[in-house]
């Protein structure tokens, strides 16, 4: 098919015509090739992921990118499994929460996505694109990212990324061109890569957010997008053309310090803003989770006069935040309670909260209407008083 006219910044190199027949379905691409050493062999890497145990479906231990990722870790014992979401050892293990941490760290999954569905959003983006993984090293306390594969869930590679990409790309063609802006974007649609897992730490393992990162760079109409606590420069080194997004997940640092496990400072993640736009991705800022305790106004009141102390112009411009309050789950308080309680001090508020039941049966608590009603009223003040340069996309 013939390609719209480019939604890139003018000479970025994105006006390739492009279609399923372009993708190059054959062996895992080397994108990194070249490029000297990486972050993700140094000793920081190894220390967010040092994998002693790969749980491998076989086909997928097989395929380009399974090897790939057990060459990075030949010292890890592989344990052959039928299925990624069957792993007795990982499973149903609530003695595992005493391990939750060694588990993220020690432990990957490869397997065979099997389906693939795109479906849509409409908030953090137009739509959720099937991911490069699932699970996730860090352990942020209010994860919602569901803990299918036991309590720790560690990653889970998929190792047949090359069918994201070609069903994404069949998915890009037939929607054509964004009819309309949108407070996702105003000339693009937006696909959510990373809702199950973070990109950033995902690309320490395998070269599949690159892939992604590659394929968005050639289709002029659609862009990738993912929030991320960690920072990973091993990204640019990769030539997104303006088609990726990266969100930086941002609370104030004594709320980070309490629930986002293993993540990177939040004053990295606002450092590394300037190093990412001049890569070449998009820059916003996600302001999430917003948890309610005594003095948040004034804590984030710090983290915005920050951003604006040490952001330069050029990130400001083009900018944008979405501000989500805390979402919070029953059955997590109770598992939080075994290993992090000092975390459910902040996060679980019943006095404030209301409980919801979940798609899926369980009970999810939000906080009660009017007071998340009044607190998403002070965060648009405190972005208008202290960052009014930062356009909030969307808030709840
Ligand atoms: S970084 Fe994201 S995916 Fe990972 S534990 Fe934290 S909230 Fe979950």
Redesign the pocket.
């Known amino acids: 098919m013939r390609a719209q006219p480019p939604a890139g910044r003018p000479g970025d190199g994105a006006d390739a015509l492009f279609g399923p027949e372009d993708l190059d379905t054959g062996p895992a691409s080397r994108p990194y090739e070249g490029a000297g050493p990486m972050f993700r062999d140094s000793p920081e890497a190894r220390r967010m992921l040092s994998v002693r145990t790969v749980f491998a479906e076989p086909a997928a231990a097989a395929s380009p990118r399974g090897r790939q990722v057990l060459a990075r870790y030949p010292d890890a014992e592989i344990v052959p499994v039928d299925s990624h979401w069957r792993i007795p050892d990982l499973h149903g293990n609530e003695g595992n929460v005493d391990r939750w941490v060694r588990i993220k760290t020690e432990t990957l999954v490869l397997g065979e996505k099997k389906t693939l569905t795109t479906r849509p959003n409409g908030r953090s983006a137009d739509w959720i694109a099937p991911g490069p993984a699932n699970?996730?090293?860090?352990?942020?306390a209010?994860?919602?990212?569901p803990r299918r594969k036991g309590y720790a869930?560690p990653v889970t590679v998929f190792t047949n990324i090359e069918r994201a990409v070609a069903h994404l790309s069949r998915h890009i063609a037939r929607l054509g061109p964004k009819p309309e802006p949108n407070q996702c974007d105003p000339a693009a649609w937006v696909y959510d890569i990373?809702e199950?897992?973070?990109c950033s730490?995902d690309a320490l393992i395998s070269d599949n957010v690159a892939d992604l990162v590659d394929a968005f760079a050639k289709w002029p109409t659609a862009k990738a997008s993912f929030?991320?606590?960690?920072v990973n420069p091993d990204l640019l080194l990769l030539r997104p053309r303006g088609r990726t997004r990266v969100r930086f997940?941002l609370m104030p640092q004594s709320d980070s310090r309490l629930l986002?496990?293993?993540?990177s400072p939040v004053a990295s993640r606002i450092a590394a803003a300037a190093d990412f736009l001049d890569a070449g991705y998009e820059v916003h800022f996600n302001l999430s989770p917003v948890v309610l305790r005594p003095g948040w106004e004034g804590d984030w009141s710090l983290l915005l006069r920050h951003m604006d102390d040490v952001l330069p112009a050029r990130v400001k411009r083009q900018a944008a935040a979405e501000v989500i309050m805390l979402t919070h789950n029953q059955d997590l308080h109770e598992l939080n309670l075994g290993w992090h309680p000092r975390a459910e001090d902040v996060l679980w508020r019943p006095g404030l909260q209301q409980p919801k039941r979940s798609e899926n049966g369980s009970w999810n608590v939000r906080y009660r209407h009017d007071v998340k009603a009044g607190a998403v009223a002070t965060m648009r003040e405190l972005v208008a008083a202290h960052a009014p340069w930062l356009r909030i996309r969307y808030a709840f």
């Not at 699970?135 to 942020?140: E, L, P």
């Not at 209010?142 to 990212?145: G, P, T």
């Not at 929030?227 to 960690?230: E, G, I, V």
């Not at 986002?260 to 993540?263: K, S």
């Open positions: 699970g996730c090293a860090m352990a942020c209010y994860c919602y990212v869930n990373g199950n897992s973070d730490v929030a991320t606590k960690f997940s986002d496990i293993r993540t």
